[in-house]
Structures are given as structure tokens and as C-alpha cells.
């Protein structure tokens, strides 16, 4: 499952993701909006684990009032190694559809 072409296609992957996001938190506002569509699947799925019953991810156990509770530091812990996960089986998956096209 570790292999040469799987880590590559998953350093690509990662590193596409922070291009796309890069503009959300430091490029300029008009491009903020199109790279909040990449950003926000990833933000707002901590909150779904939450409602799914996965405790500690929320600051206040996600009582905060008309806000939104922010991640706990095992919530962002959680949520990035969730992604990134997903993001090895993506790639894991892609160097096998490729191996297998070049046989």
C-alpha cells in the first residue's frame, strides 16, 4: 500500500488542496470566495462527525449560544487526520487504477 507512486500522487493531492485553499486565508478577497468552496466541505464536516456523536470535537460541547462553537484542538487533530486519510485512499486508489492501465 506505501509505494512510490502512491506517495507521489498524494503529496500532489495535498499540495493541490493548499494551492486551491491558499487564497481563503491569505491571497486576496475576491479570490477568497472561489477558495471558500474548497475550504468549507472540509470545516463543515467536523460539525456533521459532531451531530454523528463523535464527543469532544467542539469547544462548550458546541453550546455556544447562536454561534458556532470552534474545533477543540482534538477537533482539528480529528478533522485533519480524517482528510488526510481520505486523501491516501484517494491517491492509494489512483496508483492502482494506473498500474493496473499500464499492464
Known amino acids: 500500500m506505501v509505494e ?7 503529496a500532489t493531492l495535498v499540495a493541490a488542496y493548499f494551492l486551491l485553499a491558499a487564497p481563503a486565508y491569505v491571497g486576496p478577497s475576491a ?5 471558500a468552496i474548497v475550504v468549507m466541505p472540509v470545516i463543515l464536516s467536523l460539525y456533521l462527525f459532531d ?3 463523535v464527543p469532544g470535537l ?11 462553537c470552534g474545533p477543540t484542538p482534538f477537533g482539528a487533530t480529528f478533522l485533519a487526520l480524517f482528510w488526510l486519510g481520505v486523501a491516501w485512499l484517494a491517491a492509494w486508489g489512483l496508483a492502482r487504477l494506473l498500474a493496473r492501465r499500464q499492464r
Open 51 to 53: 451531530r454523528l456523536g
Open 31 to 35: 479570490l477568497g470566495e472561489y477558495s
Open 4 to 10: 512510490r507512486r502512491t506517495a507521489a500522487i498524494f
Open 58 to 68: 467542539l469547544e462548550n460541547d458546541g453550546l455556544c449560544g447562536w454561534g458556532w
